[in-house]
């Protein structure tokens, strides 16, 4: 890569180049990462040596510390070695859309919402909201978001499936307990760079006013967007920017996503058709359950993890469910 990027044509196609230099930059990165983790290890070898000489009880500590650091780097770099898929080091398109249950389910939607905008917060990246659609009473119907930063849609291609949640329900005077469903998909984000077939003749846009809360029109003109992709069926609205424009963008930007993801849907049902495994439908694919009542617990139904502490779940702390379905993935897919 290193070659093509010194080549004089390089820059002709800037697009492609962009996307070229940024994959560089990332493997460049992982480089480093070991053999700076190589050279603290051939370094504590070394201190290993001179202890066996002296008997240095404060050489003992200090190599005693930078062996447990070499060890949580170990970790963290071991773990980088489930992201091997195409998309694993970009950024994600998030969308959550409430399920049957009316306001209830729809404000556990806005719950996931806030999680993930906590989870992207405490792992150093950056939330945007592309498109909401809210409820009349509370919370959203649907909300798309884009997430930024390393290795997101690795970590997050987890959450992907039907999330539910059993509490006693706020809006109910009856103090009733209420299940409440959320789908949540994740969606690799493309750039300009990747090939999508994309036919404008298959394309049936349509333009109206973007609507607020409980679905007054909140712009005078025809700014927001709906892209029907006709060969899938795949429709996309985008109205959270003030411009028609913008809004057409970012619709573009979401469909070629989803048809990427229909794409690697068909590709891994093949394989799985091979390996003689059924394939559940999406929107039965429960995949994890958070119970606020009678008793307090998270637990990934695919994986068995399960905990207590469900206030910092919601609060965005999901890594440990994260790595617990990457580590269970890796070990199905070698199996």
Request: hydrophobic share 35%; proline share 2%.
């Amino acid at each position: 890569m290193e070659n093509l990027v010194s080549a004089v044509d390089f820059w002709n196609d800037s697009v492609q180049a962009q996307a070229t230099m940024k994959k560089l930059s990332n493997l460049n990165k992982t480089v480093e990462d070991w053999e700076s983790l190589d050279s603290k290890i051939e370094l504590a070898i070394e201190m290993l040596d001179l202890i066996e000489l002296d008997h240095d009880p404060e050489i003992f500590q200090e190599v005693l510390s930078e062996t447990n650091e070499i060890q949580n780097t170990l970790d963290t770099l071991s773990f980088r070695l489930n992201f091997s898929g195409q998309y694993d080091s970009g950024g994600a398109i998030l969308a959550i859309h409430a399920g049957a249950g009316g306001v209830d389910s729809q404000d556990w939607a806005s719950m996931l919402l806030r999680m993930y905008t906590r989870w992207s917060d405490h792992n150093g990246s950056d939330p945007q909201i592309l498109d909401v659609s809210y409820g009349e009473e509370s919370g959203v119907k649907s909300v798309v978001l884009q997430i930024n930063g390393d290795y997101v849609y690795g970590n997050l291609k987890s959450e992907k499936g039907v999330h539910r949640l059993v509490r006693i329900s706020p809006f109910d005077n009856d103090h009733a307990r209420h299940t409440s469903f959320a789908l949540v998909e994740v969606l690799p984000q493309v750039d300009q760079s990747v090939e999508v077939d994309l036919n404008d003749d298959d394309l049936k846009i349509d333009v109206f006013r973007a609507g607020g809360h409980g679905g007054q029109n909140v712009q005078k003109n025809s700014t927001a967007i709906r892209i029907t992709h006709v060969p899938s069926g795949i429709v996309v609205v985008c109205q959270n920017e003030r411009s028609q424009r913008q809004n057409k963008e970012i619709a573009m930007r979401i469909l070629m996503s989803r048809l990427l993801d229909l794409e690697q849907q068909k590709q891994n049902e093949k394989i799985n058709e091979l390996k003689g495994k059924h394939i559940s439908a999406e929107w039965g694919n429960q995949i994890r359950s958070y119970v606020l009542h009678p008793y307090q617990m998270v637990k990934d139904h695919r994986t068995g993890i399960e905990t207590s502490k469900t206030e910092a779940v919601l609060n965005g702390e999901i890594n440990d469910f994260i790595k617990s379905y990457l580590t269970y993935l890796v070990g199905n897919k070698n199996s």
